[in-house]
């Protein structure tokens, strides 16, 4: 027995996975990441045999490698406790954390076992945390204090709490305690999906709009058998890449802005907006708001003018963010306050799992466009493969992996947009009532958001309703990337790394 | 610095002319609902039937709460006789709660602040309360050039300490409960309270959830309700006009 391989988008019995005795399950799990495997997501649910066979929860982890394009999974059934695995294989540590947190499971032998999102746990059972005092990192010493930012910030930005460690101005280590944003999302979509839930996924993180709710739109196309026409998957990929071109274009200018080179940010922070402009043309909503639905898309670029403006948009969007961005790369001031800031091995980045740009920028060349495709056929030269000198894993290489990607996507666009396929824009379902989801399935749906893969697990019970719905957004994976990224450096260069990164509260906190 | 130079050549200038002239808004664009009660067939309830929220509320004649809806257009979808539409037009902005039901007469839009105290100058501070960063871009969006809010001498600042009030979006998780309240608090009186975003003024997609406070309304004496989901930076610039008498 061994992980099952699956394939992106592809609905399965569920009783196809084989379950694993823990012991064996956790020996498969550490050989796979010890080979280069990384954990896409990992999550309880409560096990529907829990009578006959006395195991309340099953665990269920979700496994890629990028490099053999091998995706897969496993389960297996636990009680109150199981030995954990974050002391072998680091990335799984806030799944762990928020395994213990949603169910009362305690992770043996986790080295930083507390809160990730502050609930109470979703079946009643006790609480498993350790004393306060033990949850946090303390530093002592004479030259030592703590510095605590937030959860209210100086930006219009979302709230979570920082806590520097520092010895004089050198920051040893920077502690991360979100949870501020929790709305509950995950919880309230089991035994769904209900007519709120589009929404509240396309809400998960509103800067994602188009990430998230794709994944959730390809979930129920496995499940409910519906086909997507090919017009339809040309325009999500054209609102895929829009979403990251207005995202990459807006951080762009606000690292610029973090150095305090005022040009490239106000320019970015105006082009950005005509990204979302373009979104807007399409859909009417400049973050892609019910642009998609299961079956296609709800807006087509039905007139020979809507096309031609967009891609005149297209053209202009190029040449600005040509002038605006590569100011950036010809400011020696720019550039000696990217380079060597907030860096992250690459050894490290594995480790920890790190996905998206963060990830590219160690040199770790993980795509799910390419590694996982799924829905329009994408070119040879795209997407874009990290160079040489965008693998240095500082801010500088971080922001050369965004410029890189925002060329070639504006390529694409540029490409596809005149070129779409042609035919209806979404499937013709019978008009009286949705489809039936396939009963006792699991399907997994992995898409590239900008910020790097969004994962979204979704599993039904026997009457074809979600049993349980796991969203794993990039920033789960990303926000320990950023208390890597600070060790070493001065707490002055916080806004900067954490600009580079740009990872999402609400995405993490649910 | 050639280079900057030219850069600055080319990317020209940006800035909107709106108040004084009309706002270029994408032709889809989902803004004022447009209701005409009198198409409505007896008995149908459609609308209400496909809303998320309940935005369209029970009763006699068809009447729709803009402080919950998420302007998706559901309604409209299965409306058979066209008695809800969605117009262009992205001014909504209330200053009382029960001025966001709309029926047939249309909105009834804010107007008639007596802001005078502060004098010509607003500054905000902004609170993310559960905002899933939709309604925080859009008013983000409103310090670049194009909408160039400072030039009508509003600002959005870093601290409570240095505001005159509010902007704060989302439906007030349990967790940012009390930061929400603190940080009013921090706030020298007279201050006001600008609630942007259905998830603020009703929960939202989330009302009636256990982590969240169905929005702002019950904790703060909220001053301006800005409707939408998000709202277009033109329905929140506009909204913050009308409270500085700039837009009547």
């Known amino acids: ?510 | 610095m050639l280079k900057i130079l030219a850069a600055r050549y080319q990317q020209g200038f940006r800035t909107i002319g709106y108040p004084d002239r009309p706002a270029v808004l994408p032709d889809r664009l989902r803004g004022l609902p447009v209701i005409l009660a009198g198409k409505c067939p007896d008995a149908c309830t459609l609308c209400a039937q496909v809303c998320p929220t309940g935005a369209i509320l029970p009763g006699q004649s068809l009447r729709l709460d803009l402080g919950r809806c998420l302007f998706c257009g559901a309604c409209t979808e299965v409306c058979p006789t066209g008695a809800i539409s969605f117009s262009n037009d992205a001014r909504l902005a209330a200053g009382k709660r029960a001025d966001l039901v709309i029926g047939s007469d249309g909105p009834k839009l804010a107007g008639g602040f007596d802001c005078q105290m502060f004098g010509r100058s607003i500054q905000f501070r902004q609170v993310s309360a559960g905002g899933c960063n939709g309604c925080e871009v859009d008013i983000n969006v409103l310090t670049t050039v194009v909408f160039d809010l400072s030039r009508f001498g509003i600002k959005i600042v870093a601290s409570p300490r240095h505001s005159d009030g509010l902007l704060v979006t989302g439906p007030v998780t349990r967790n940012m409960k009390s930061a929400t309240i603190d940080t009013c608090a921090a706030v020298p009186t007279p201050r006001l309270v600008v609630a942007v975003g259905a998830c603020a003024i009703s929960g939202g997609m989330f009302r009636d959830q256990p982590e969240q406070n169905n929005g702002v309304t019950d904790l703060l004496p909220v001053d301006l309700f800005i409707p939408g989901c998000p709202p277009h930076p033109i329905t929140i610039l506009d909204g913050l006009l009308r409270l500085i008498g700039r837009v009547k």
């Open chain 1, 1 to 510: 027995m061994s992980y099952l391989q699956i394939h992106n988008g592809q609905a399965l019995p569920f009783s196809q996975i084989p379950c694993l005795q823990f012991s064996e399950f956790r020996a498969l799990t550490v050989e796979a990441i010890t080979a280069g495997q990384r954990v896409c997501s990992f999550f309880a649910m409560p096990n529907p045999a829990a009578d006959e066979t006395g195991f309340a929860h099953l665990l269920v982890a979700v496994l890629a490698s990028n490099a053999d394009r091998h995706l897969s999974v496993l389960t297996s059934m636990v009680g109150p406790s199981f030995q954990s695995l974050t002391p072998d294989c680091p990335q799984f540590h806030m799944f762990e954390r928020e395994i213990a947190e949603q169910w009362g499971i305690m992770p043996i032998g986790h080295p930083w076992l507390r809160p990730v999102r502050f609930h109470k746990p979703w079946n009643d059972a006790p609480e498993v945390w350790p004393a306060e005092s033990a949850q946090l990192f303390h530093i002592g010493g004479g030259e030592a204090h703590e510095v605590a930012v937030g959860p209210v910030h100086a930006g219009v930005i979302e709230p979570g709490h920082f806590r520097f460690q520092c010895h004089g101005e050198v920051v040893f280590h920077l502690e991360i305690s979100l949870g501020y944003q929790h709305r509950g999302i995950e919880r309230e979509l089991t035994g769904g999906p209900f007519k709120k839930s589009p929404y509240q996924i396309e809400a998960l993180a509103g800067d994602t709009t188009i990430g998230h709710y794709l994944a959730w739109c390809r979930n129920l196309e496995a499940l409910q058998k519906i086909p997507v026409p090919p017009r339809a998957e040309a325009i999500r990929a054209i609102a895929l890449e829009l979403e990251r071109l207005a995202n990459h274009t807006g951080d762009l200018g606000a690292l610029g802005g973090d150095v305090g080179y005022l040009p490239t940010s106000s320019y970015c922070g105006r082009i950005r907006g005509d990204f979302l402009n373009m979104t807007a043309l399409i859909c009417g909503s400049r973050l892609g708001r019910g642009l998609l639905c299961p079956g296609g898309v709800r807006f087509d670029l039905d007139s020979p003018e809507r096309i031609e403006k967009l891609q005149k948009a297209l053209v202009k969007a190029a040449a600005d963010t040509q002038t605006a961005i590569q100011l950036l790369w010809d400011s020696p001031s720019v550039m000696s306050r990217f380079e060597n800031t907030g860096r992250v091995t690459r050894e490290a980045a594995i480790e920890l799992g790190l996905v998206g740009p963060a990830a590219r920028a160690c040199g770790i060349d993980n795509d799910t466009r390419r590694d996982f495709p799924c829905g329009h056929p994408l070119p040879e030269y795209f997407p874009d493969r990290p160079t040489h000198e965008s693998m240095t894993g500082d801010v500088a290489a971080r922001a050369l992996v965004r410029w890189h990607e925002l060329k070639k996507s504006l390529q694409f666009l540029l490409e596809l947009v005149p070129a779409l396929p042609t035919g209806p824009s979404k499937s013709l379902l019978p008009a009286d009532k949705t489809p039936d989801s396939q009963p006792d399935a699991l399907v997994v749906s992995l898409v590239e958001g900008w910020r790097g893969e969004i994962c979204h697990t979704a599993i039904t019970n026997a009457k074809g309703r979600l049993a349980r719905y796991k969203v794993v957004d990039p920033s789960f994976h990303n926000w320990i990337g950023l208390g890597m990224a600070l060790r070493h450096q001065e707490i002055s260069d916080f806004p900067l790394c954490n600009k580079s990164f740009s990872l999402s509260y609400c995405g993490f906190d649910l």
